[in-house]
C-alpha cells in the first residue's frame, strides 16, 4: 500500500470517526436517535421518505458520510503534491481545511441535496465549524504528515 493510500484511508476514516461521533453526540443531547440522525444525513439523497426506511436508509446515511470523509481525505492529501506547504504547516492548513469543508459542505453540497431549507443559525455555525477544524481538517492533515512528510 503507498503512503499516499495511507494517508487517505488514514485521515478519511479518522475523519469519518471524529465527525460521527460529534455528530452522535450533538443529536443525541436533542433527543435525536442515533438511526434519525443518519436517516436524516441520506434523507440528502433520499428526500423525506428516507425516514420510512429504517435501519437501511440510516446505513445508507452511514456510508454517505464516510464516503465524504474520504473524498475530504482524497482532495487535501492530492492537493499536497501542488502546494507542499500544506505539510511544513499542517496544523493551520488542518484547521483552515476543516473551515473549508464546513464551508463547501454547506454552500455547494447541502443546497444541492433534498434536505429541507434550514434557517442560518450563528451558533450552529460557529459549533460546526469548530467541530470541522478538530475532527475533520486536522486529522485530515495529521494523517498527510505521517505518511507523506
Known sequence: MTNLLRAILLGGLSCA???AAAATIDFGMRGVSFTRLWQG???GLLGSASFQYGAASA???LFCHVLIAMVAASVFNLAIRYLPSLIKYY???G???GVTVYCFMNLV???LSALPKRPFSLSGAIKQIIVHIFCVGL???LAAR???K
Open 139 to 141: 486529522p485530515i492533515a
Open 95 to 97: 484547521a483552515l481545511y
Open 59 to 61: 446505513a445508507l446515511g
Open 91 to 93: 496544523l493551520l492548513s
Open 109 to 111: 453540497v447541502i443546497p
Open 146 to 148: 505521517r505518511y507523506l
Open 17 to 19: 470517526v471524529l465527525d
Open 41 to 43: 444525513v441520506a434523507s
